[in-house]
């Protein structure tokens, strides 16, 4: 690095992290603020790596938490079923 270059993206504080999680934890902010993290070239590279993570965890819990919603919903609509009659 030369003399009196400043790097293009500093490393992130560990005040603009908790921000971010904090952000994050936030149900329809969190999503909007992954979003943008993620899409947007402003974004440090770690905090979009982080954004993009987030988001590939968030698509697995939505994908398991509706095949078990299936699978429970309809054992426990056999259950009735057989109940009823």
Sequence with gaps: MAYGHFPE???DS???????L??????LVGFVYLLVLALSSASSP??????RALF???IIGVVVTIIV???????????L???RY
Excluded: Y
């Design 14 to 20: 560990v005040g603009g992290w908790m921000i971010t």
């Design 81 to 83: 079923e057989s109940v």
């Design 56 to 58: 590939v965890w968030q």
């Design 22 to 27: 904090l952000l994050c934890w936030i149900p």
């Design 69 to 79: 919603l299936v699978v429970f919903g309809a054992s426990i609509w056999a259950a």
């Design 46 to 51: 770690s905090k979009r790596n982080f954004a």
């Design 9 to 11: 993206h500093p490393d």
